[in-house]
């Protein structure tokens, strides 16, 4: 059974950084991980992207240059690195594993997700 555990949301000023972990447990049946949005009366949205084996990565746009997303394989843990922070960012911040191949930016095709960890941006 994959479980996700996100961690690392907080308030910080526009212009600031935060850094979000995901503990897997499980892992070893997924493949790829992803990072997902959902700020208030909007849907979820992409974010960004990792795989397991090659550390092959993709963004959307509107975070591309700003965040990182990376993996500790040894530590099953997936991070986002957030750095200059836009009141825009704001949202819950979402975890989720995927057992297919490749990487996808489509939210039905991740089958396990974590509960979310708020990140609120002050102008």
């Known amino acids: 059974q994959v479980q996700l555990v996100e961690s690392g949301g907080g308030l910080v000023q526009a212009g600031g950084s935060l850094r979000l972990s995901c503990a897997v447990s499980g892992r070893t049946v997924t493949k790829s991980m992803g990072w997902f949005r959902q700020a208030p009366g909007k849907e979820r949205e992409f974010v960004a992207a990792?795989?397991?084996?090659?550390?092959?990565?993709t963004y959307a746009d509107s975070v591309k240059g700003r965040f990182t997303i990376s993996r500790d394989s040894a530590k099953s843990t997936v991070y986002l690195q957030t750095n200059n922070l836009k009141p825009e960012d704001t949202a819950v911040y979402y975890c989720a594993a995927r057992r297919g191949d490749g990487l996808t930016v489509r939210t039905v095709q991740y089958g396990h997700w974590g509960q979310g960890t708020q990140i609120t941006v002050s102008s």
């Open positions: 990792i795989t397991w084996s090659g550390g092959d990565t």
